[in-house]
């Protein structure tokens, strides 16, 4: 619990953070925070008479009382942010409780209607999708936006979660105790297939897409509405406002999705290849949340539980659809682009195993360059929310994030939910910074305006010269994944800072059409004993222009270039270091590719790793809320 006050030289209501006392200590609390708003105001009534007052006076005794105002994300670490809880708060009081229902978690539960294709099968036409509302107690007449979270585990046997009147404990409470007050609604919905939602589960597509922009009209249409819905999310959760952003709903205000998806292709394949879950992903995972033994089973099966899984098998055998339209039904970005009108928060860990950096790098400069109004948050964390500071360690590791810890933790993440939902749901205070905060793998936050920045130094290093062979000078990649060419530079003459999208572009025959490329790339200290992961790509060699596009060529008479593209990467390297790049056919969760063939690195100025480098002088460089939570202590009292 999180109380507060009212102060500010402007009106607005602002919150002073402290833990809750005890309830003997609770009166001299409030008294100490009553004497601090009259001592600020003694203090601004003096000034002002005296006729020198001025911004930064007022902000460095507020500073000095505890008073918290908002401030831009470079000024926050001065300001008294909780920092020592396993999540962030929102730093201001909300004047509104929580609305009573006949639960006792102040829930209220709906069905929405809305008609199928009878080309879906299962339930069609019937459509019937399940949510459940929270509503704040504000006066009658008085409407309100609501911030809804869609998602398959709500109420699930599958997953043993609980009811959908239940808020969820990672995000629904969360935005229930903090930003509800603030005169918001919440809203839970299950997706087609799951829950209390009828139909079958067709993993993000078209009966689910269509159930999801039915739920958002209701929720913008209701007498309680004020007809703006913000949708927000993590993973599968964080798919979602994708797939409803590409309707161009009017209700649909603003979006923030956490580590989500603009394609369920684009989850499984890059560049061709293949991760290990892609073949059994539909059924073997969610399509089962479906298929729950009761009496509606049969009347869900849906052409998709077929399709499914027979799409995965067939790319991953022959590298591309082998028939019909799954894939290009279940991508999104191309539609959000033609079709939305709200803004966009995007939320990424940089280390994401599961939903990788590619769904937001460089999808936020598309958004920008597409006209929406669109925010970056990339942090070094992995499949996460950005304020978890003991997940965020435990998950973490040498090469994988650790180097950044603590500074990766936000806490005030949940205040720059407030502020953005204000702006865009509700026209109240100042507009958010369209900007992109980044964080490099050694910890560093700073502003960009794009990302990948603009206007970046570019360096190429040739393979056999700038990058030494050091394998024994081999060249070839066996297709057992577990051996190939290993290239090394010279040390670093001076530090260098790596941004954004570094490419390989490598001359390679091959014996068959066919044949994989992993590419590993290392930042090794001085001694050469350690190195940590830093980026890795991976190609079939049937996609080597790039892109979705199947190529052909003559097995080893025809050398082709592989124009290979690294996952995002934001990376500090140390003069006296050396950069490292290992090739093997396979790496990380992926497949060894379905097209075995030999494959032959030829070295010279055409095959090349290509990097682009930024100035730290000419960025604007900042520090969070220093993270004070047991896990943090810990780890900095064993590294200092």
């Known amino acids: 619990m999180i109380e507060g006050e009212i102060i500010d030289d402007e009106g607005y209501r602002k919150f002073t953070p402290y833990q809750k006392p005890e309830r003997s200590g609770l009166f001299s609390m409030k008294a100490k925070i009553?004497?601090?708003?009259?001592?600020?105001?003694?203090?601004?009534?003096?000034?002002?008479?005296?006729?020198?007052?001025?911004?930064?006076?007022?902000?460095?005794?507020?500073?000095?009382?505890?008073?918290?105002?908002?401030?831009?994300v470079?000024?926050?670490?001065?300001?008294?942010?909780?920092?020592?809880?396993?999540?962030?708060?929102?730093?201001?009081?909300?004047?509104?409780?929580?609305?009573?229902?006949?639960?006792?978690?102040?829930?209220?539960?709906?069905?929405?209607?809305?008609?199928?294709?009878?080309?879906?099968?299962?339930?069609?036409?019937?459509?019937?999708?399940?949510?459940?509302?929270?509503?704040?107690?504000?006066?009658?007449?008085?409407?309100?936006?609501?911030?809804?979270?869609?998602?398959?585990?709500?109420?699930?046997?599958?997953?043993?979660?609980?009811?959908?009147?239940?808020?969820?404990?990672?995000?629904?409470?969360?935005?229930?105790?903090?930003?509800?007050?603030?005169?918001?609604?919440?809203?839970?919905?299950?997706?087609?297939?799951?829950?209390?939602?009828?139909?079958?589960?067709?993993?993000?597509?078209?009966?689910?897409?269509?159930?999801?922009?039915?739920?958002?009209?209701?929720?913008?249409?209701?007498?309680?509405?004020?007809?703006?819905?913000?949708?927000?999310?993590?993973?599968?959760?964080?798919?979602?406002?994708?797939?409803?952003?590409?309707?161009?709903?009017?209700?649909?205000?603003?979006?923030?999705?956490?580590?989500?998806?603009?394609?369920?292709?684009?989850?499984?394949?890059?560049?061709?290849?293949?991760?290990?879950?892609?073949?059994?992903?539909?059924?073997?995972?969610?399509?089962?949340?479906?298929?729950?033994?009761?009496?509606?089973?049969?009347?869900?099966?849906?052409?998709?539980?077929?399709?499914?899984?027979?799409?995965?098998?067939?790319?991953?055998?022959?590298g591309s659809e082998f028939a019909g339209t799954y894939w290009e039904e279940r991508y999104f970005l191309e539609r959000v682009l033609q079709n939305y009108k709200g803004s966009v928060y995007l939320i990424q860990g940089m280390h994401d195993w599961n939903v990788d950096p590619h769904m937001a790098i460089p999808v936020i400069n598309q958004l920008k360059d597409a006209g929406i109004e669109s925010k970056g948050l990339f942090g070094q964390w992995d499949h996460d929310y950005p304020d978890r500071p003991d997940y965020h360690f435990d998950r973490s590791g040498e090469g994988r994030g650790r180097e950044a810890y603590p500074e990766m933790v936000r806490f005030d993440w949940m205040q720059d939910l407030l502020e953005w939902f204000d702006w865009y749901l509700?026209?109240?205070?100042?507009?958010?910074?369209?900007?992109?905060?980044?964080?490099?793998?050694?910890g560093q936050w700073r502003i960009e305006e794009r990302y990948p920045p603009d206007n970046m130094e570019t360096l190429s290093f040739d393979l056999g010269g700038s990058l030494s062979n050091v394998a024994g000078g081999t060249t070839r990649i066996l297709p057992n994944g577990n051996f190939g060419p290993i290239y090394e530079s010279a040390p670093l003459t001076e530090d260098i800072w790596i941004s954004g999208l570094p490419r390989l572009h490598i001359d390679v025959s091959t014996s068959t059409v066919g044949g994989q490329i992993y590419a590993l790339l290392e930042d090794c200290s001085e001694d050469g004993?350690?190195?940590?992961?830093?980026?890795?790509?991976?190609?079939?060699?049937?996609?080597?222009?790039?892109g979705n596009q199947e190529q052909t060529w003559i097995p080893i008479f025809e050398t082709i270039n592989a124009?290979?593209?690294?996952?995002?990467?934001?990376?500090?390297?140390?003069?006296?270091?050396?950069?490292?790049?290992?090739?093997?056919?396979?790496?990380?969760?992926?497949?060894?590719?379905?097209?075995?063939?030999?494959?032959?690195?030829?070295?010279?100025?055409?095959?090349n790793l290509i990097i682009d480098i930024i100035d730290r002088e000419e960025k604007l460089l900042f520090s969070p809320p220093s993270c004070t939570h047991d896990a943090c202590l810990d780890w900095i009292g064993q590294t200092s």
């Open 34 to 72: 009553y004497i601090s708003a009259s001592f600020l105001a003694s203090i601004l009534i003096l000034v002002s008479l005296q006729g020198w007052i001025v911004d930064d006076v007022i902000k460095e005794i507020k500073k000095e009382l505890g008073i918290y105002e908002r401030v831009p």
């Open 74 to 318: 470079w000024e926050r670490s001065e300001w008294p942010y909780l920092t020592n809880y396993s999540n962030g708060f929102v730093m201001e009081y909300g004047e509104y409780d929580l609305l009573e229902t006949d639960n006792e978690w102040g829930s209220t539960h709906y069905f929405v209607e809305f008609d199928l294709p009878l080309s879906e099968g299962g339930s069609a036409p019937n459509g019937l999708v399940s949510l459940a509302v929270w509503l704040p107690k504000v006066p009658e007449g008085t409407t309100v936006p609501v911030i809804a979270e869609f998602g398959p585990y709500f109420d699930e046997i599958s997953v043993e979660t609980p009811s959908i009147e239940v808020p969820g404990t990672w995000l629904g409470q969360m935005i229930i105790d903090q930003i509800l007050p603030h005169g918001y609604a919440f809203a839970q919905v299950s997706v087609m297939g799951t829950g209390r939602s009828n139909h079958c589960m067709d993993l993000m597509g078209n009966a689910e897409q269509l159930g999801v922009d039915a739920a958002v009209t209701w929720l913008g249409t209701q007498e309680w509405s004020n007809g703006r819905v913000a949708m927000i999310g993590k993973s599968y959760d964080g798919s979602t406002p994708w797939q409803a952003a590409t309707f161009g709903n009017e209700h649909l205000a603003t979006i923030v999705p956490i580590s989500g998806l603009i394609g369920v292709m684009e989850l499984m394949w890059k560049n061709g290849s293949s991760e290990a879950r892609a073949a059994i992903m539909h059924n073997g995972v969610y399509g089962s949340y479906g298929m729950d033994g009761d009496q509606e089973d049969i009347g869900n099966m849906c052409p998709d539980y077929i399709i499914g899984p027979g799409t995965g098998i067939s790319a991953y055998i022959w």
């Open 426 to 442: 509700k026209d109240f205070g100042d507009q958010p910074g369209l900007f992109v905060e980044i964080q490099s793998n050694q």
């Open 529 to 546: 004993d350690t190195c940590i992961h830093i980026g890795h790509a991976i190609m079939d060699l049937r996609y080597h222009e790039g």
């Open 563 to 607: 124009k290979m593209e690294f996952f995002a990467m934001d990376v500090q390297i140390e003069a006296g270091h050396t950069i490292r790049l290992s090739l093997a056919s396979t790496g990380e969760d992926y497949l060894p590719a379905s097209t075995s063939s030999i494959v032959e690195i030829s070295e010279g100025l055409n095959s």
